[in-house]
C-alpha cells in the first residue's frame, strides 16, 4: 500500500517561495518515479515536475522550469518542490503521484497523469499579485 501525503502549501504574494513536501509511506524506492502536478477548476491536471529514485533524473514542465526545483532526501522517502518567482498563474491544487516499475520516464511521459497509479490528497497553492 502506498500513501502519499502532501504539505507546505499556503498563500503568498507574487514572486515569493513555498516549498511542497511529499511524503512517501512505501518500505523502498527501487523502480520509483514520483512527479508533482497542478489543477485548477475547469482545467486539465498540468505536470509541473517528476524525478527518478536512484539516478534522480527530473523532468520539469515548461511553464516552471528556471523557477521550481524537484528533489528527494536522502533516504528517498520524502520529495520536494521548491518554487521561487511564483506568479498568480501558478494558483492551483497540487499534487503529488507515484509509479513504480515502469519501463517508460521521458520529457513527455514523465507529466502525463495517465502514468501515475498513487496520488495524494493536494495541497493548495494560491499566488496573490
Known amino acids: 500500500q502506498v500513501e502519499l501525503a502532501e504539505s507546505g502549501g499556503g498563500s503568498v504574494q507574487a514572486g515569493g517561495s513555498l516549498r511542497l513536501s511529499c511524503a512517501n509511506s512505501?518500505?523502498?524506492?527501487?523502480?520509483?518515479?514520483m512527479a508533482w502536478f497542478r489543477q485548477v477548476p475547469g482545467k486539465e491536471r498540468e505536470g509541473v515536475a517528476s524525478?527518478?529514485?536512484?539516478?534522480?533524473?527530473?523532468y520539469y514542465g515548461d511553464s516552471v522550469k528556471g523557477r521550481f526545483t524537484i528533489s528527494q532526501d536522502n533516504a528517498e522517502t520524502t520529495v520536494y518542490l521548491q518554487m521561487n518567482g511564483l506568479r498568480p498563474e501558478d494558483t492551483g491544487m497540487y499534487y503529488c503521484?507515484?509509479?513504480?516499475?515502469?519501463?517508460?520516464?521521458?520529457?513527455?511521459?514523465?507529466?502525463?497523469?495517465?502514468?501515475?497509479?498513487?496520488w495524494g490528497q493536494g495541497t493548495q497553492v494560491t499566488v496573490s499579485s
Open positions: 524525478i527518478r529514485a536512484g539516478d534522480g533524473m527530473t
Open positions: 503521484a507515484a509509479e513504480y516499475n515502469s519501463p517508460w520516464y521521458t520529457p513527455i511521459t514523465a507529466l502525463q497523469p495517465d502514468k501515475y497509479s498513487y
Open positions: 512505501a518500505d523502498t524506492a527501487s523502480g520509483r518515479l
